[in-house]
């Protein structure tokens, strides 16, 4: 889950260019001047990744100089729909990108298992993970995509709050919102669950102070028990944030992209569960809020044994359509997306956490520090385990539980079924 702002489709053509690569030129395995590599995607037509464009190019460029490649930018709410619809008549991309997790694991069929072209990358890289599926690989990563909680330093500070100390425990955490609602009449959690996504968010950030360690692994592995206390405590506390007026008022009828991100931003709440790339991040936050005002914090503990962790995956990953007419030049493509030099730019660019591990981020802001120094350490994100269908259920059950439509019991019967037959 990544930019959800609506974008105009953009058509870049014609984007043969000459520039310094990361690999050594080689010849187009079809040897026809006239080939034309055709990419959709949901970024290139945002102004923060233009850099990381052009450097993919350039590298590419170095490759296959008579090789045209056109960027189609789709709009992401509509992405799936039209790729599936694309891909089934015929038209469909010869690379496309995707979402870690359920999106391409359910399309997999349609992809180009990528293992002998990517072998290079595998250590430079890190995400592999959320773009495999039976051990194969369908998408090189780009990205690396986990939900911190981010807190406002200055509105702590404004309660009398240590700033430098964030809450531990959840009975911490709540009173903290309680005296920070007294003092300065901010919310404590700026939530949108418009479209269902709030609780995706919410899983994720929270879930690691909930499960224990046993069963957080046994839920990523697949062994998940819906009937579990700890399980049904996660869609509990969601009700209860939102029953004891912790949240933002109005959070289901509120967009997660880009308006509970903008509550944040102005103030209006001190605590968001938001992402580390490429927007709602710390770097958006921290150009309203000032950088040193960006804190990260650990999911406070709510379970007894529960160790917290960083919530993160492939954020986001190109992937090679089987129906590509050369597999090899489609290949080379996203191995220029995903080069040191494109992923620098990223960073630079847009403040990516990118999947490339050999870039220096430890000049920038506090809270990007804060957030590296946990990725050793972390674990993938609870939601990112389910298939597409589940979270988009998932997504309609939360609405009704803040609305109180539906029981936790309920709920959790229900997504228990859908986790099953998935």
């Known amino acids: 889950m990544k930019q959800r702002t609506l974008w105009p489709v953009i058509l ?7 520039a310094c690569g ?37 590298d590419f460029a170095t490759k296959h100089p008579d090789v045209t490649v056109e960027f189609v930018a789709q709009p992401f709410d509509q992405y799936y729909t039209l790729l599936g619809a694309a891909t089934q008549s015929g038209k469909g991309p010869d690379v496309m990108l995707f979402n870690g997790g359920g999106q391409i694991r359910d399309r997999v069929n349609d992809l180009l298992p990528l293992d002998p072209y990517v072998a290079e990358d595998k ?35 404004k309660a009398g709050l240590d700033p430098a100390n ?42 690691p102070g909930i499960l224990t360690p046993e069963e957080y692994d046994a839920w990523i592995a697949g062994k998940r028990d819906w009937t579990s206390p700890h399980v049904k405590q996660i869609f509990s506390l969601w009700k209860k944030v939102n029953d004891d007026g912790l949240n933002n008022d109005g959070a289901n009828s509120t967009a997660l992209f880009n308006d509970a991100f903008a509550i944040f931003n102005t103030g209006k709440a001190a605590t968001i569960i938001g992402l580390m790339s ?24 709510v379970t007894s044994g529960a160790t917290p962790v960083l919530p993160y995956d492939g954020g986001i990953g ?19 997306l995903t080069s040191t030099g494109a992923l620098s730019a990223f960073y630079a660019g847009a403040g ?28 993938p994100a609870l939601h990112v385990a389910l298939s597409s269908k589940t979270l988009d259920l998932m997504g309609r059950l939360s609405q009704k539980l803040l609305s109180g439509s539906a029981s936790v019991d309920d709920v959790v019967e229900q997504l228990a079924a859908s986790d099953k037959v998935s």
């Open 12 to 18: 870049i053509t014609g984007l043969a260019v000459t």
């Open 278 to 301: 490429d927007v709602g991040h710390w770097k958006d936050f921290g150009e309203f809020l000032g950088a040193d005002n960006v804190g990260v914090m650990a999911a406070p503990v």
């Open 22 to 58: 990361s690999a050594a030129p080689t010849q187009s395995s079809s040897g026809d001047s006239s080939s034309k590599i055709v990419v959709w995607d949901w970024k290139s037509g945002e102004p923060g990744v233009a850099s990381y464009i052009e450097k993919a190019k350039a």
């Open 318 to 336: 190109y992937g090679v359509a089987k129906s590509a007419k050369d597999p090899q030049l489609a290949a080379d493509l996203v191995r220029s």
């Open 123 to 157: 250590q430079r890289l890190a995400g592999w993970d959320a773009f495999s599926k039976d051990g194969k690989i369908y998408a090189a990563p780009v990205t690396l995509q986990g939900h911190p909680i981010y807190y406002n330093k200055s509105i702590y500070q």
């Open 166 to 207: 964030p809450p531990k425990t959840w009975d911490e955490f709540a009173a903290g919102c309680a005296t920070i609602k007294k003092a300065t009449g901010a919310k404590c959690f700026a939530l949108g669950n418009k479209e269902g996504f709030g609780i995706q968010f919410f899983m994720s950030g929270l879930g």
């Open 352 to 379: 990516a956490i990118t999947s490339d591990t050999t870039i220096e981020v430890s000049q920038g802001a506090p809270a990007v520090a804060a957030i590296v120094s946990r990725i050793k350490g972390g674990k």
